[in-house]
């Protein structure tokens, strides 16, 4: 810098047009090599794609948009990372209570779960503010960029000095951890001007009105938001700071400037804290901001506290009244961070546009959730859900009276129910009476009332020999709100309808109620029977509801917990089998007792289920199947009918309500004297400190495993995105171990589907063998066949429920297998992939065939099969009008020789298959591997999509065919 010919302009700069300064505050500093595009939160740009030249977005490009954004906005790679650092057990929890397995979830519905749950949770009160946090023990565990970030800090003072200030403000740097540590590392120690505290104040005193000027304009912003305002003084101070640090002087280099000198390092917590934030943002750890106000989550906690700070009655017409009214109920810090992460504006200027995209915003979530497949959700499907949850909601909460206006409610339907429960809740409002409510929990302020109003419910069920329980308590007083005659079958009756519905919602999680949706169905038309039975469905096949998985979580409990002896482990897990199989039986064994007039306890049950299977005299057990054939009951009465419809849905309840924890507590010789009603309420009451940690540890266990996943996901991408497999936990784990062996997946599900039927595995699987070369014929048939693979793994995995000996460990590698089962299903379908079961000298393997279609009549042909007895054995084809080149690559000089000797056999016999010439080579390589069935190099040949083409079908699946009885002719 030259004092001499200075002139005002080369310190006072201004940016914009003409001399108006424009104000900064947390905004107006670049980050790195790119410009800070962000505004004040009242006047934020909307200066991009999203919005027309109005400003304004219309809800179609509003929707549009956020349906094509990845992730709300984040690629899928950042979407990975985002599961990998912020998923915990708090959101595996909530995400497997809606009834979602969040190992199926691909990496943008997991985010995009997160903000649904964290938006959530915000409306109801809770507190997210630790949600996806990090802890000082996690962080000290952590490796990578995350522990680089916070290592980073740690070599930071507490205060920055000048010249890392002036660092950071001549270079437009962000207050960044990144920044900042390279500002008091890479600084100058001492100043770069070369000029004297005499010409510095010339200087000042040069600029003169232009400098009172800006400092007048500063001091009057800083209020808004500086920690301490500076005066006019410390602020000509600091604009003698800027130049002796040759830093030029401008409105927002002054205003960082007096920012930065007020740096104080923050706690260990808050820069956890800001970590998290900017991860969220889909950033890396170390872009962090170590000053409050400059990342998303802080400019929309800012734009939250404003709206939530507005006055209604301040606002000039009733339309702005309700429309902030609705905001403030609507709007979260969360709601408004994932708006602003997407780019949307958010103008508290315009409430109507703010509410709109408010509305948007949640609905996009839903969509994202209730993807069909790859198909989109529709908004009218999004909105079925919202309707079907809400009025489910609002059936809960209506009084329990609502059950005697319905003679039979299982036959109306869920429209018909809520309409009544809404009339009537309106009816005791407007009576201003208080009320237990259909759902299952009294109201604590309620209960005292409603014991003294029923002293003598018990009297009357002595009375009428029903046994007291919650349930049959709950009964006589529906029965007595509507002054209705209690009798033992109307109390019956009446104990089977609150069971129904109760039945019902409990089966109608978020996950069943989208489920159901996608497949078509209308909640809202359905009879409350019909509803029941399509929840119940679902429940049992899907995410984390499933029979599979409810088995495997209580097994997981059972082996750790260290309060229970291995004798109660298995009289537990008994327990659960026990009311598994009277569930799928629908209740036949507890008709039986019923019939015989014995008394239905858990115990009793165990010996019925026990005797039928030696005796089958009341009902048969396949035992090659492992279900109960359904009895036919004679001589129940209607009442007693109902009661074992009653008692067979309570043993549904319960099984979903045990856990080891809770049975330990009440004991095992208690729980095997009551019956499937009063255990079911033991387990929905008992409370345990056990359980709480089991539960924690559990959403541990599923959390790790989901993380490692992820973290992996790089190794098989191009795999999962070659066959259109999705990118979730579940499948990312199959493919890996597809790729690491793929016998293993024939050995395992073969193995046990043998031991499981009594048949031997060579049998089998020669079954299976024959059954793709019986249909390998078309790429319609080949999916039939690993179609009935599939079913067959489902098949074993709900066998072992009811198998003894199971352990953590085996139901852990089934459920690799069936998601491996499915994985091949999608490579069969969409990439002609296929797995076929062989058996070579008492090894099970697995031999892969991959079918690519050339333009015309030409096409590649790979099958590839690992054995320890023959080593790998690789054979490409290659069809062109006719004829056909192969060459066959093995692992062992021994298995070379043996296919050269067998050539004239091998030649013979494919050409008596498909009519073709053939030309066979044959050579030694070490190195082949199955796996490049999976990674196949193609080279310059052109590959056809269509497979419309029946001649080469038939030429390339013929070659195929023809190389599958080869192979059995020489090993099998």
Not at 72 to 96: C, F, I, P, Q
Not at 756 to 764: A, R, W
């Amino acid at each position: 810098m030259q004092i001499e010919g200075l002139k005002v302009k080369d310190y006072i700069k201004t940016e914009g047009t003409g001399d108006q300064l424009l104000a900064v505050g947390t905004s107006g500093i670049k980050d790195d090599n790119k410009a800070n595009n962000n505004k004040e939160l009242r006047a934020l740009s909307v200066d991009n794609a999203f919005y027309d030249n109005k400003g304004k977005m219309t809800d179609e490009e509003f929707v549009k948009d956020m349906n094509e954004a990845s992730a709300l906005g984040m690629s899928t790679v950042n979407a990975v990372k985002n599961v990998e650092r912020t998923w915990d057990e708090e959101a595996t929890a909530k995400t497997r209570e809606d009834g979602h397995d969040p190992m199926d979830m691909e990496p943008e519905t997991l985010v995009t779960v997160v903000d649904e749950i964290k938006m959530n949770l915000a409306k109801a009160g809770a507190d997210i503010s630790k949600m996806g946090g990090l802890s000082k023990a996690e962080i000290e565990a952590m490796s990578g960029s995350i522990s680089q970030a916070v290592e980073m800090t740690n070599g930071l003072g507490d205060t920055l000095p000048v010249e890392a200030q002036a660092y950071l403000v001549k270079n437009e740097l962000e207050p960044t951890i990144t920044n900042i540590y390279n500002a008091t590392y890479s600084a100058p120690a001492n100043p770069v001007a070369e000029e004297t505290e005499e010409d510095i104040i010339g200087l000042l005193e040069k600029l003169g009105d232009k400098l009172d000027s800006l400092i007048e304009e500063i001091e009057s912003e800083q209020s808004e938001s500086a920690q301490r305002p500076m005066s006019p003084a410390e602020l000509k101070e600091m604009v003698a700071t800027m130049m002796k640090q040759d830093v030029p002087v401008t409105k927002e280099h002054l205003e960082y400037m007096a920012q930065l000198s007020e740096y104080e390092k923050p706690e260990e917590a808050n820069i956890v804290n800001a970590i998290s934030d900017i991860i969220a943002e889909g950033k890396e750890p170390q872009d962090a901001y170590l000053i409050p106000g400059y990342s998303l989550m802080d400019q929309a906690k800012k734009t939250f506290a404003e709206v939530m700070g507005m006055d209604v009655n301040q606002l000039p017409t009733i339309t702005a009244q309700r429309q902030l009214t609705e905001i403030q109920l609507t709007m979260t810090v969360e709601a408004t961070f994932t708006m602003m992460k997407n780019g949307i504006s958010v103008n508290t200027n315009d409430l109507s546009d703010l509410l709109d995209k408010l509305k948007l915003q949640e609905t996009n979530l839903l969509q994202i959730l209730m993807k069909a497949e790859n198909k989109e959700a529709t908004n009218s499907n999004v909105n079925l859900f919202k309707e079907v949850m809400n009025n489910m909601a609002e059936i809960q909460s209506a009084p329990a009276a609502v059950f005697g206006r319905f003679s039979n409610i299982g036959m109306e339907t869920f429209s018909y129910v809520h309409q009544v429960s809404v009339s009537v809740t309106a009816e005791y409002s407007r009576m201003e009476m208080t009320y237990e409510a259909v759902g299952t929990e009294v109201r604590a302020d309620l209960g005292d009332n409603i014991n003294k109003a029923f002293r003598n419910v018990d009297d009357i069920l002595d009375d009428l020999s029903i046994e007291v329980t919650e349930s049959s308590q709950k009964a006589v007083r529906v029965l007595a709100y509507n002054e209705m005659e209690i009798t033992a079958e109307s109390v019956t009756s009446m104990k089977a309808s609150t069971e129904l519905v109760a039945r019902t919602f409990k089966s109608m999680t978020p996950a069943v109620v989208a489920e159901m949706i996608k497949r078509g169905n209308n909640p809202l038309d359905m009879t409350m029977n019909e509803l029941k039975e399509t929840a119940e469905n679902i429940k049992a096949e899907t995410g984390s509801t499933s029979d599979e998985e409810g088995f495997a979580k209580f097994l997981w409990k059972a082996q750790h917990s260290g309060d229970i002896t291995e004798e109660e482990r298995d009289a537990f897990v008994g327990v659960y089998r026990l009311l598994h199989q009277v569930e799928k039986s629908d209740g036949a064994a507890i008709g039986a007792l019923i019939s015989q007039g014995t008394e239905v306890t858990l115990r009793n049950l165990m010996t019925a289920v026990r005797s039928s299977k030696h005796t089958g005299r009341d009902y048969e057990i396949n035992d090659k199947f492992g279900s109960l054939d359904e009895m036919v009951v004679k001589d129940l009465s209607i009442t007693e009918q109902i009661e074992k419809v009653f008692l067979t849905n309570r043993c549904r309840d319960a099984k979903e309500a045990m856990t080891p924890a809770k049975m330990h507590q009440v004991g095992q010789e208690e729980i095997l004297d009551m019956n499937p009603d009063e255990f079911a309420t033991a387990m929905e009451q008992t409370t345990s400190e056990a359980e709480a940690q089991a539960e924690v540890q559990y959403n541990e266990y599923i959390t790790s495993q989901l993380k490692q996943a992820m973290s992996s996901s790089a190794n098989v991408e191009n795999i999962l995105e070659q066959f259109n497999i999705p990118n979730s936990a579940n499948m990312i784990s199959a493919v890996q171990a597809l790729m690491q062996d793929s016998n293993t997946v024939i050995k395992d599900l073969y193995g046990r589907a043998a031991k499981q039927q009594d048949m031997d595995i060579q049998d089998l699987i020669d079954l299976a063998y024959q059954r793709f070369s019986d249909a390998c014929h078309t790429p319609e048939e080949m999916a039939e066949a690993e179609e009935a693979l599939g079913t067959l793994a489902e098949n074993v995995m709900k066998k072992m429920i009811e198998m003894e000996d199971v352990r953590t460990i085996d139901m852990d590698s089934m459920k690799l297998v069936v998601q491996q089962s499915k994985a091949i299903r999608e490579m069969a379908n969409s990439g002609e992939t296929y797995h076929i079961p062989i058996m070579v000298a008492d090894e099970a393997g697995n031999m892969n065939l991959r079918i690519v279609r050339g333009s015309g009549e030409s096409g590649l042909i790979k099958m590839a099969l690992y054995l320890q007895s023959t080593g790998t054995i690789s054979t490409t084809f290659r069809y062109e009008a006719g004829e056909v080149k192969a060459n066959v690559e093995c692992e062992s000089a021994q298995t070379r020789e043996m296919f050269a000797t067998q050539a004239p056999m091998i030649a013979n016999t494919m050409q008596q298959e498909t009519g073709f010439s053939f030309s066979f080579s044959f050579t030694r390589v070490e190195g082949v591997s199955v796996t490049d069935v999976y990674n196949w190099q193609l080279g310059n040949f052109q590959v056809e999509e269509k497979r419309d083409n029946e001649i080469q079908t038939e030429a390339l699946y013929g070659i195929a065919r023809g190389y599958i009885k080869v192979m059995s002719e020489m090993f099998m």
